[in-house]
């Protein structure tokens, strides 16, 4: 499979060009070309920051959801309700839920409901109904 070739790639190709021909203003044009090359790492470095404080702040909503995750089965829509903010919608909670399902870290079962349709619920990974109400044990040393 060919390597993609990218804005920069093609810039200092046509740099390269520029450099070994007899055009007229290939001073000017060498200059154009390293301030368009300037420009693009300028722009990839300001998506990587944009990147990472969008990672950032689904970690937080991820822990948000997380921390609202009970031993029982819960519908997304009630989870949806135990999350306060603006911000927050079915699809983001249920994009998070999907991240602690692979993260095993919750678990997802489809409950059919009394009006006979099937609904998505999600609950702490790792917890049975036995665990949750067993006493805890005590360490005896």
């Known amino acids: 499979m060919a390597e993609k070739i990218t804005k920069a790639m093609w810039f200092e190709t046509i740099k390269g060009i ?3 021909s007899d055009f007229a203003d290939k001073a000017g044009a060498v200059e154009f070309i390293d301030a ?13 920051e944009r990147a990472a404080k969008a990672r950032e ?4 909503l ?4 997380l921390s609202v995750l ?7 829509d009630a989870i949806t ?7 927050v919608t079915k699809a983001k909670v249920t994009a998070r839920l ?3 399902v ?26 049975t109904a036995e665990d949750a109400d067993a006493e805890p044990v005590e360490d005896v040393e």
Do not use: M, P
């Not at 702040?57 to 937080?60: F, L, M, P, T």
């Not at 309700?81 to 911000?87: K, P």
């Open 18 to 20: 520029v450099e070994a």
């Open 36 to 48: 368009q090359l300037a420009l693009l790492a300028s722009k990839a470095e300001k998506a990587k």
């Open 57 to 60: 702040k689904g970690d937080e």
């Open 62 to 65: 991820r822990e948000v959801v």
């Open 70 to 76: 009970t031993d029982e089965f819960q519908s997304i």
């Open 81 to 87: 309700a135990q999350i306060e903010g603006e911000d």
């Open 98 to 100: 999907t991240q602690l």
């Open 102 to 127: 692979t993260a095993e870290k919750a678990v997802k079962d489809t409950i059919k409901g009394e009006d006979g349709r099937k609904t998505v619920h999600y609950k702490l990974a790792g917890v």
